[in-house]
């Protein structure tokens, strides 16, 4: 059994700040990727941005400057540090994460999201 769960969320004002975090429990030998995806309203889920393993980052155009994806391997927990925020990124955060288990499997876990609101 492996468990991802996310923290951090809430409500911020615009051109605030608000960090996420992501810890992966549970039968795990090795974590790989990790990211954060997110799902505003009516629109379908879009990457937000991911780290590999060894540290190697990528954000989608519009994060770009304004959030930071960091990890702690020794913790099995990815970070997600979004300044500047706009209304436009309010949304449910989900974070996910390949995982290699003790038994053998590799898998694609996902958390059960948390809600970032953005509004003044």
């Known amino acids: 059994q492996v468990q991802i769960v996310e923290s951090g969320g809430g409500l911020v004002q615009p051109g605030g700040s608000l960090r996420l975090s992501c810890a992966a429990s549970?039968?795990?030998?090795?974590?790989?990727?990790m990211g954060w995806h997110r799902q505003a309203p009516g629109k379908q889920r879009e990457l937000v941005a991911t780290i590999t393993g060894g540290g190697s980052t990528n954000y989608a155009d519009s994060m770009k400057g304004r959030f930071t994806i960091s990890r702690d391997n020794a913790k099995n927990t990815v970070y997600l540090q979004m300044n500047s925020l706009k209304p436009e990124d309010t949304a449910v955060y989900y974070c996910n994460a390949h995982i290699a288990t003790l038994y053998g499997q590799t898998t694609r876990y996902w958390g059960q999201g948390t809600q970032v609101t953005v509004s003044s």
């Open positions: 549970g039968s795990i030998f090795s974590i790989y990727a």
